[in-house]
């Protein structure tokens, strides 16, 4: 069934401007959004969702109450929810394999769905803004084509991603929203950020760096997060890319905006970098940090697989 906007088929391929225009409702959500206040979230009731992992609760949920991710910027952040039940996804998007991660979300809420119990599917995406390379708009053409293949009718209720989430400053495009939070208990979503992203922050990074497809890290009905394990192919030049700084890099690769993933390269990551320096957390902490902190394993020849870190 298509994915619907105030119960009509949306057209699609279309922009993500052109869509909102055929559709008001869509603006004037995506302007309220964008009108709000950034909100610091705190650890308690909070589960963190980093780039490439997805996390799915339900209001009956002891221990969680907030999903959340920030630091989004050609990514997109998708959040989709049960009306009746309230089963609510939230997950990081990066474009590295759209067609296979939109059905892992769907599959992910309709674990929790009762489909005899009234209810619709509900979905908003945020993040991305007007990058050189269209990362953001691919991805966002991707996110609503795939959601339009799906078996099920789904309601867009928020579009807020690309030229719609845009801020020009000295002729360099920004994105206006980074990070975004749901409340399960209530279905708010709102503009947040987050100084808690644990746990085990270095190694979830890490293991999407290193080009780990999409996982779910949340077991809702033991309320525990499981946590790997992860592995990753060994790269034998990795001190020398950990002494260079951003200028030494960006001589070196001729490119704009250098990243990690650029100086390293698609083939050894498997998909296209997005854009950390112009993220709100520091690139020495997102590129450097969990290369540094995997940098044993990535000498290694066979890595040997440990076992996974379960806890509330």
């Keep these: 069934m298509p994915l619907l906007v105030e119960g009509r088929r949306v057209q699609l391929p279309q922009s993500a401007t052109d869509l909102v225009r055929a559709h008001p409702l869509l603006e004037e959500r995506a302007r309220l959004l964008r009108g709000q206040s950034v909100q610091q979230v705190g650890p308690q009731g909070l589960l963190y969702v980093q780039q490439r992992e997805l996390a799915v609760t339900s209001p ?8 959340g991710s920030d630091d989004a910027t050609t990514c997109h952040i998708v959040v989709l929810r049960h009306t009746g039940n309230g089963a609510t996804c939230l997950t990081h998007c990066d474009g590295s394999d759209t067609k296979a991660e939109v059905p892992l979300i769907m599959n992910s809420i309709k674990s929790f769905s009762d489909h005899a119990q009234c209810g619709r599917l509900e979905v908003h995406l945020v993040g991305g803004f007007s990058d050189d390379r269209q990362l953001s708009q691919k991805l966002t053409h991707q996110l609503l084509s795939e959601f339009d293949r799906q078996d099920d009718d789904i309601h867009l209720m928020t579009l807020c991603v690309t030229e719609l989430n845009d801020r020009e400053e000295n002729e360099n495009h920004f994105p206006i929203i980074y990070g975004i939070a749901v409340n399960v208990k209530t279905a708010e979503i709102y503009r947040a950020s987050f100084q ?28 525990q997060l499981r946590i790997g394990p992860y592995s990753w192919v060994p790269f034998p030049h990795v001190d020398f ?29 498997g998909y296209p970098a997005s854009s950390p320096p112009l ?19 990535l000498w290694a020849e066979e890595i040997p697989p440990p076992a996974p870190e379960v806890g509330k």
């Design 279 to 297: 993220s709100s957390t520091p690139m020495t902490f997102w590129e450097i940090t969990p290369i540094s902190f995997i940098r044993p394993q």
């Design 196 to 223: 808690d992203r644990g746990p085990e922050e270095e190694l979830r990074a890490a293991r999407a760096l290193t080009g780990g497809p999409m996982v779910s890290i949340y077991d809702a009905k033991t309320e």
């Design 60 to 67: 009956k949920d002891g221990s969680i109450s907030i999903l």
């Design 241 to 269: 890319w950990l002494q260079q700084d951003d200028k030494q890099i960006l001589e070196r690769n001729k490119i704009k905006k250098p990243t990690m993933h650029d100086v390293l390269g698609k083939d050894y990551f």
